[in-house]
Antibody, heavy 125, light 107 residues
Framework: QVQLVQSGAEVKKPGSSVKVSCKTS????????FSWVRQAPGQGLDWMGQ????????MYAPEFQGRVTITADKSTSTAYMELSSLTFEDTAVYYC??????????????????WGRGSQVIVSS | DIQMTQSPSSLSASVGDRVTITCRAS??????VNWYQQRPGEAPKLLIY???DLQSGVPSRFRGSGSGTDFTLTISSLQPEDFATYFC?????????FGQGTKVDVK
């Protein structure tokens, strides 16, 4: 069964950066996109961005543009999300989600069909 | 950004109840809507994609409908494992957004 295996919890100081990883199987990596979605304590879901490794195509949410970097290593089937200039408000669980799409009449419908278990990031002084 | 507004924010229901959750988009998004379920302490799980397609393995009591700006997730007969929070999500624009969530708890 395909899984997305994320890296462990991190505690970071304000102003620093954090890098979270998401590893999957080679077959799963090649044909999908990989998004990062975060959830602050007791809050909803915020999409941060997506990479499509096979095309090296990137999209970022405006809210995180300039502060987030999403990359992919095809040799290890691993996606990464690095968030810089951390503040206390960045304390959250960060999820990796596999993006899949369906096409119909020229439309491309993306959805997240598989999620990692999440990586807790705590920003504390 | 396209805003996705869910209603209600929370609801109380009993096992066997029919439950309806609504999601309204701030502009026409055709059928670019997906629905997810999140149980406490767990990652979200895909239920419905492209407004009305049931994800493999998801029980048929879950049904999605709508197009344009108004979308609905219906649970025909609530089961104990369905007490959770539900999120809609749009993938129409280049910046994808979620609704704020609807928590379904025990009446």
């Amino acid at each position: 069964q395909v899984q997305l295996v994320q890296s462990g919890a991190e505690v970071k100081k304000p102003g620093s950066s954090v890098k979270v990883s998401c590893k999957t199987s080679r077959d799963s990596f090649s044909n999908y996109g990989f998004s990062w979605v975060r959830q602050a304590p007791g809050q909803g879901l915020d999409w941060m961005g997506q990479i499509i490794p096979i095309f090296n195509s990137l999209m970022y949410a405006p809210e995180f543009q300039g502060r987030v970097t999403i990359t992919a290593d095809k040799s290890t089937s691993t996606a990464y999300m690095e968030l810089s200039s951390l503040t206390f408000e960045d304390t959250a669980v960060y999820y990796c989600a596999r993006g899949r799409y369906r096409t119909s009449s020229g439309d491309i419908f993306w959805y997240f069909d598989l999620w990692g278990r999440g990586s807790q990031v705590i920003v504390s002084s | 950004d396209i805003q996705m507004t869910q209603s209600p924010s929370s609801l109380s229901a009993s096992v066997g109840d029919r439950v309806t959750i609504t999601c309204r988009a701030s502009q026409n998004i055709k059928t670019y809507v997906n629905w997810y379920q999140q149980r406490p302490g767990e990652a979200p799980k895909l239920l419905i994609y492209v407004a009305s397609d049931l994800q493999s393995g998801v029980p048929s009591r879950f049904r999605g409908s709508g197009s344009g700006t108004d979308f609905t997730l219906t649970i025909s007969s609530l089961q104990p494992e369905d007490f959770a929070t539900y999120f809609c999500q749009q993938s129409y624009s280049s910046s994808w957004t979620f609704g704020q969530g609807t928590k379904v708890d025990v009446k």
